[in-house]
């Protein structure tokens, strides 16, 4: 990203140093150092000014996105904001008279709701903060002193984000109530009998394709909630107030720990419906039906909720039951689980996403451009980003290299977040797929157990292990 020019309206030094650095040429401008026209590293206090608009200057909208999102590393998005609006003031004043001040600041305030417009639609959650709020509502009253056009646009944005955040809580509060019914316990594991009568996912869809379908609007839903920042949050500072019970204080990070728990509750469902059925014939045909589901799920390009079926079907309680295996004809299983293998760092399936990616970037169809990752990885990978590569230099200066690549992967990541479904909805599938009750870990070895019996010494003492502390479990409750 070209920005070099850019720089020296900033109100910084322009006195330049160049040196060969490799095969290209690096440059320094005052506090901010340039490798081949693109941004290597600066102050923090260099990349704070080159933020803020003037008359004349508009950052890039890359350089906007990438140090919105990775500047929380190292100051509270609070602090930025209060610095921003500060500095975007202060520079129309330079000690001129009431009237020419307000003259230049009309010139500056369109590009301010701009910058402003950016932050409250690509991090609208930074703005649960009502510190960030009343900061929005100073800068609305400041502009309005302006012109009427800006005035108009911050009180447009505004609405925006207030409805994008009240989603937010609507969206949280749905999750939070389809969870408090998930954690309802199933039929008592004392009379495996019983639970013959329980109805299984086939009742409520026999449809490989349709499931996955369906699978998929719970991805995408849960998906377009996660803030890009929320990659970001983990690693950054604690904030001081970070205890204060105010109603803009949720966790920073709950919306990808809902959708990573949504995974581990996809496997469990998994297991739970291979694992309850009293007969072997029974539980082979839901086995097969889950190894069809991962297959429409790999045609979607829905990757989540194939390595969630594949992880359910690969837990201990299911993989030990030899005797339903035997009745499955597991070729269709044996290449999905080659396409996730985790070898080589997962290379069958970083090649199976660049080709889904590919074919969403050339779609004639919202199907064609569903591209889900498989979203533990997505982590993993941002994760060791941030560990591997140092956020500060030696000289004091922050490494932007690191910040570009963090942006770079979360950027896709919101590609992939925004499209729209296109399957129609089956409410009678999703609500069995997000409050069926599904078993804990113990519950399912003692399941596996009831289906095919301990094979060994060590199995017998597990489930009479089991049936004790389950018994006396339920007797408490």
């Excluded at 609070?78 to 230049?104: A, K, N």
């Excluded at 296109?422 to 078993?439: A, G, M, N, S």
Aim: aromatic share 10%; with cysteine; proline share 4%.
């Amino acid at each position: 990203v070209a920005q070099t020019d850019m720089f020296t309206t900033c109100g910084r030094s322009s006195n330049t140093n160049r040196r060969r650095h490799g095969h290209g040429v690096t440059a320094s401008y005052g506090e901010m150092c340039y490798h081949d026209n693109s941004l290597v590293s600066a102050s923090l206090e260099a990349l704070i000014q080159h933020l803020v608009p003037t008359v004349d200057y508009y950052p890039d909208r890359s350089y906007v996105f990438t140090f919105l999102l990775s500047s929380r590393l190292f100051l509270h998005p609070y602090e930025l904001m209060t610095r921003v609006c500060h500095l975007c003031v202060e520079q129309q004043r330079s000690g001129d008279p009431w009237g020419v001040f307000q003259i230049r600041f009309r010139e500056v305030a369109p590009k301010l709701v701009q910058l402003l417009t950016e932050w409250t639609e690509t991090f609208p959650y930074d703005f649960r903060d009502e510190r960030m709020m009343r900061c929005l509502k100073d800068m609305t009253h400041h502009v309005a002193r302006g012109e009427e056009y800006s005035w108009r646009a911050m009180q447009q944005m505004t609405q925006r984000l207030i409805k994008r955040l009240s989603a937010l809580g609507q969206y949280e509060e749905a999750v939070s109530a389809l969870n408090a019914v998930a954690m309802e316990r199933p039929a008592s594991l004392k009379s495996k009998q019983a639970s013959g009568q329980r109805s299984d996912v086939m009742s409520a869809c026999d449809d490989p394709f349709v499931l996955a379908q369906q699978l998929t609007h719970i991805e995408l839903d849960r998906l377009s909630f996660i803030g890009p920042e929320e990659f970001i949050q983990t690693f950054a500072r604690k904030d001081p107030l970070e205890n204060h019970k105010g109603f803009f204080r949720k966790r920073k990070t709950s919306n990808l720990e809902a959708y990573v728990n949504w995974f581990n509750r996809l496997s469990y469902l998994v297991a739970t419906e291979i694992c309850m059925p009293v007969k072997k014939k029974h539980r082979a045909r839901i086995i097969e039906f889950f190894i069809d589901v991962a297959q429409e799920c790999f045609n979607i390009g829905n990757f989540n909720s194939l390595m969630a079926i594949i992880t359910g079907m690969n837990m201990s309680p299911v993989a030990r039951l030899r005797k339903t295996w035997s009745k499955v004809n597991t070729d269709k299983f044996e290449i999905l689980e080659h396409q996730m293998d985790p070898s080589s760092n997962f290379s069958n399936y970083r090649t199976a996403l660049r080709g889904a990616t590919q074919r969403s970037e050339t779609a004639h169809s919202s199907q064609e451009k569903i591209v889900i990752p498989f979203f533990s990885l997505l982590i993993k990978d941002i994760y060791f980003l941030n560990e591997g590569c140092a956020s500060s230099l030696t000289n004091g200066h922050i490494n932007f290299e690191k910040l570009w690549e963090l942006a770079k992967q979360v950027s896709e990541f919101l590609v992939w977040r925004q499209v729209i479904c296109p399957f129609d909805r089956d409410r009678r599938i999703l609500q069995y797929l997000v409050t069926t009750p599904v078993f804990s870990e113990d519950e399912l070895h003692l399941a596996s157990y009831e289906s095919e019996g301990p094979e060994n010494n060590m199995e017998k003492d597990s489930r009479r292990s089991l049936r004790s502390s389950l018994l006396h479990r339920e007797n408490r409750s």
